[in-house]
C-alpha cells in the first residue's frame, strides 16, 4: 500500500504558510526558530505543513534537530520564534491548561519506548484514555482489541521489561493511536528492532495511514524511507529542506 | 484465521493499577522524619494548651481574689485578729469568701527558704487573709480599708496587681512561644515534604513524562502526587500523635508534682487533647498533600 504523499507542501520563505482551510493541516510552522536556554539555536527558519492524512518522513544525522522539531510538534517546549500551529491554533496564544486537550490529539512513540515498567501492557496502552478519565468498564474490551491487533494478545498481563524490543514498540504504538489520535509522530521507531520487525512496525503505520492518522516518522533508517515514496523532509544544522518523492 | 484469532482477546480483570510506581524504600527516611515532626507539632500543641490553662488558671486566681497582711504589733494576738477581721470581711458586698490564715499557714508558706524547723516566735510573721471575690473588677477595697481601720489593726490590702500585670505579660508570652513553636514545626514539616515531593517528581521524571506526553494535565500529575503524600503524612501523623500521647500519658501518670513540670506537656484528657491528638493524622496529612501538590505544580510549570 502506498503512503498518502499529496498534500504536503514546505516553503523555507514562505509569507503566508497556512492555507485557507485550516482544518486541513494538522501542523503548520512558519519560520520557526528554537534554542534551549540561551544555546544556540537548534532550529532554524524552519517552516512546513503537515496535512491531514498525509505520510512524511523526517530524516537527518544524529544532532541535526529531528528531536528537538518532534519536541516542538508534540508540545513538550516551545519555539524560541516563529509561529507554530497545531490544529488551527496558535500555540503560542494558547494557555497552559489548553494543552493536554491538543497534546490528546497527537500519539507519539519513541526509540526508548517510554513505557511505564509497573504497569502491564494493557494498563500501558490504556493510559491515554486513563488521563483522560474514561472509565475502565468504557475502555477495557477496545484495549484489549488494539493490544491483540497489534500482535500481542497472549502478552496483555506482561511487563514491558519482559517483552522483545519490537513487542515493546509495538505496545507504544498501541498506546499512541489507542485514543485516536489525528497525528502520530515517532522518532527512530525502529531504531532499536531487527530489520526484519523495522519492515513490520513500518506497516503498521501505513496500516494506521490507511485509516486516516497523520503519520511523521523521524528516522535516519534510509532504509525504511526508500520502502516507501513518502515526501521526505530533511534536517541539516537545523535547516529543513524538502523532497517530494511522488512529485 | 483460526476461531481463536476471531474471538476478541478478553481484558484483564481487576482494577486500574497505580500509576505511581511503589515507593517504600525512597519513602521511609520522610516517613521517620514526618512521623517525628509530628510527634514533636502534638507535644508543641499539648504544650501550648497546657500553657493556656495554666495561664488563664494563674490568672483567675490572682483577679479574683485580694490578699489582706496582718502586721503583729505588740500586745495583739494576730491569728485572733486575722480570724475576727476575715469574719467581717466575709459579710462585705462583693465578697464571696474570706479565709484567715494561721501564723503556721505563714511560716509554711516561707519553708522553702527558712526550712521546715520552725522559726523563732519572737520573728513578727505577718498573717494572711485570703479573700475571694464575686467579680474580679468589682474588689471592695475602701470597705476592707474601713474595716481594719476601725479595728484598728496595722496591715496591708494586696490586689496583685503588681503580679497579674508580670503574670499576664509571662503568659502572653508563653502562649506566643507555644503557638509559634508549633507553627514552625508544622512549617518545617510542609518544607521537608515539599522537598521530597521534588525529590519524588525527580526520581519519577519518566512517569510525569508519560502522563504529559498522553495528554496528562498538571493537575493529573500532582494529583497523583498529592495523594501519595497524603496517605505518607496520614500514616506518619498517626505514628507521631501515638507516640506523643504516650509521652503526654507518662508524664501525666508520673509527673505528679505539676508545679515542677508546667512546662512539659500535660494530658488532661480533654476533649482539645483527644481532638488534637486525632486531628493529627488528618492534619499530616492534609500538609503533605498541599505541600507535595504546590511544590509538583510549580515543578511542572517550570519544565514544561
Known sequence: MAAKAAGFRVSETAVNPFPQSESEVIVGFDAVGMRYGRGP???????????????????????????????????????????????????????????????????????????????????????????????????????????????????????????????????????????????????????????????????????????????????????????LEAPVMSLADGRLTYRDRAA | MSDAEKMPPAPPSGGPARLLPPDAGRDRPLFIVSAILVFLACLAALGARSTWTSSERWMDDLDGSLTVQIRPSEGRDADQDAIDIARLIAETPGVSRADARSRADSEALLAPWFGTSGLPADLPVPVLIDIGLDNPDGAPLDEIADILETAGIDADIDDHGRWSDAVARASQLARLLAFGLLALILGAAAAVIAFAARASLVARRDVADALHIVGATDSYVAGLFQRRFFSLGMKAGAAGAIFAALIAILVAVGGSNADALYFLPELLFSPFEIIALAAAPLIAGGVAALSARLAVEEELRKRW
Open chain 1, 41 to 227: 539555536e537548534i532550529l532554524k527558519d524552519v517552516s512546513f505543513q503537515l496535512e491531514r492524512g498525509s505520510f512524511t518522513f523526517l530524516t537527518g544525522p544524529s544532532g541535526a534537530g529531528k528531536t528537538s522539531l518532534l519536541r516542538l510538534i508534540y508540545m513538550a517546549n516551545k519555539a524560541s520564534r516563529g509561529v507554530v500551529q497545531h490544529f488551527g491554533h496558535d500555540t503560542a496564544a494558547l494557555q497552559r491548561k489548553d494543552l493536554p486537550d491538543l497534546r490528546r490529539r497527537i500519539g507519539v512513540v519513541f526509540q526508548e519506548f517510554r513505557m511505564l515498567e509497573h504497569l502491564s501492557v494493557f494498563e500501558n496502552v490504556a493510559l491515554p484514555l486513563r488521563v483522560a478519565g474514561q472509565k475502565r468498564a468504557n475502555y477495557a474490551e477496545d484495549v484489549a482489541e488494539l493490544v491483540n491487533w497489534v500482535g500481542l494478545a497472549h502478552h496483555m498481563e506482561s511487563r514491558p521489561a519482559t517483552l522483545s524490543g519490537g513487542e515493546q514498540q509495538r505496545v507504544a504504538i498501541a498506546r499512541a493511536v489507542v485514543n485516536q489520535p489525528e497525528l502520530l509522530i515517532a522518532d527512530e521507531p525502529t531504531g532499536n528492532v531487527d530489520p526484519d520487525m523495522a519492515r513490520r512496525l513500518l506497516r503498521l503505520f501505513v496500516e494506521l495511514n490507511r485509516l486516516g492518522t497523520t503519520v511523521l516518522i523521524a528516522t535516519h533508517d534510509l532504509t525504511l524511507v526508500r520502502a
